[in-house]
């Protein structure tokens, strides 16, 4: 099982970005996804899911510049990020949780850093 996170980089302030997360291995229509994210000497968080059936959430926090969207024919999950703030500076992990098992799997993190 692989969930292959990419897209990260060194962005400006206000720039758009946009997170790819590739799985491999998986049943992926069978799995919510999130994007979590997290700084140093803090706890992962999740900032965006999105279910099997295709329902979306958001924290407080992100709402109106993250749009979480997935892709059951290619098994990709992303994560637009409209108009970067330095806060969004984190490492942004893919997680996929099994429906019926609760089987979960992490990808390996994708580094993103805003510049303001």
């Known amino acids: 099982v692989q969930l292959q996170a990419s897209g990260g980089g060194l962005v400006q302030a206000g720039e758009s970005l946009r997170l790819s997360c590739r799985s491999s291995?998986?049943?992926?229509?069978?799995?919510?996804m999130d994007w979590y994210r997290q700084t140093p000497g803090k706890d992962r968080e999740s900032v965006a899911a999105?279910?099997?059936?295709?329902?979306?959430l958001y924290v407080d926090s992100v709402k109106g510049r993250f749009i979480i969207s997935r892709d059951n024919t290619n098994e990709t999950v992303d994560l637009q990020i409209l108009s970067v703030k330095p806060e969004d500076t984190a490492v942004y992990y893919c997680?996929?949780?099994?429906?019926?098992?609760?089987?979960?799997?992490w990808g390996q993190g994708t580094q993103v850093t805003v510049s303001s």
């Open positions: 291995g998986i049943s992926f229509a069978f799995y919510d």
């Open positions: 997680h996929a949780r099994h429906i019926l098992t609760g089987m979960t799997y």
């Open positions: 999105v279910t099997a059936d295709d329902s979306k």
